[in-house]
């Protein structure tokens, strides 16, 4: 055999053991990073009084970063806290009136009863016990239309304090709160500009914890169970990854096709599995950052090669 045949022989098996050495580390799946983001969005309307935030600042659940103008809810509420007082007012006299008409009643009902008896004895006549019984007659029906002004004013008095509860709630609304632990992504509005409910104040992201969602086959589905470690790949350099160790945190229950951006192991198929692995981030970890993941590998081993 020529030396030169020998040769091309020899690099042809390296190029095929190499070959084959490479597709034994592929890795199981790729995909890339996402974060547990939410918009925080004003639920009031108004100028935006002030907000206390920079993009990349660590912000903790329930701090307050903000505030929308409330002096409008403020006196709104001053109105109505004045018409409850003068209900107050108006509750003092009804029961005043209840008070004096009571004690009519109570003059009258004695005067009745004198009355029947100078009757009986023949020193009263029909006109004069009758002009008793009609005066005491008015005198009640006189109370009760002053207890039906007072149930009046009590229901009255209860929606007024609806009402301050609610402008209260309102008021509430004007404090921008923070509502989970993490890093401010972006900032939307300024202080003086004007909030609208709905409208976007600022996005925050936990990046403590990121999720890589990757694409699998059916015929890798067997390998994989929710609650299982796996070895999470992301770029170090040109030569080396960066390894975590992750946990699968959700499997699609339903297939789907695949998208155009994701290579599985087997390059491309009709149909794939969306997986979510869950991954403990040291600050390497960026949102979109592609990443691959080995579901075989539990173990990561710092420096591996690609």
């Known amino acids: 055999m020529k030396p030169k045949f020998v040769s091309i022989l020899v690099a042809t098996g390296m190029v095929l053991l190499l070959g084959c050495s490479g597709q034994k580390e592929k890795s199981d799946a790729y995909g890339n990073f996402e974060a547990r983001e939410v918009i925080v969005s004003a639920q009031s309307q108004g100028k935006l009084l002030s907000l206390d935030l920079r993009e990349g600042q660590e912000l903790s659940t329930g701090d307050t970063v903000g505030w929308i103008d409330t002096a ?24 005043s009136q209840a008070e004096v008409q009571q004690e ?3 003059n009258l009902v ?16 029909d006109q004069q016990y ?4 009609g005066q005491l007659q008015v005198a ?3 109370l009760e239309s002053i207890r039906t002004q007072k149930q009046s004013v009590y229901s009255e008095r209860r929606v007024i304090e609806k ?16 509502p989970i632990g993490g890093t401010v992504l972006e900032k939307y509005l300024e202080p003086s500009e004007v909030a609208a409910p709905g409208k976007a104040i600022y996005k925050i992201g936990d990046l403590s914890t990121m999720t890589l969602r990757v694409y699998i086959s ?49 390059e491309r198929v009709d149909l794939v599995y969306a997986v979510k692995v869950r991954v403990p981030n040291d600050g390497t970890i960026k949102i979109g950052m592609p990443g ?15």
């Open 104 to 106: 009519q009643i109570k």
């Open 163 to 178: 009402q301050i509860a609610e402008l209260e709630t309102q008021v509430d609304k004007c404090r921008i709160v923070n």
């Open 292 to 306: 691959e993941v080995n579901f075989q590998n539990p173990n990561p081993h710092a420096g591996s090669k690609r």
């Open 218 to 266: 059916g015929a890798q589905l067997p390998e994989v169970s929710t609650g299982q470690k796996a070895e999470v790949l992301v770029d170090k350099n040109e030569d080396e990854n960066h390894p975590f160790t992750g946990t699968v945190a959700w499997i699609s229950p339903e297939a789907e096709f695949t998208p155009k951006i994701i290579q599985t192991k087997e």
């Open 140 to 142: 009640r029906k006189k």
């Open 130 to 133: 009758d002009n008793i019984k």
């Open 72 to 95: 409008t809810l403020a006196a709104r509420r001053e109105q109505l806290v004045a018409r409850k007082n003068s209900l107050h007012a108006r509750l003092a006299s009804i029961r």
């Open 110 to 125: 004695t005067e009745k009863k004198r009355t029947e008896r100078l009757l009986q004895e023949g020193a009263a006549t």
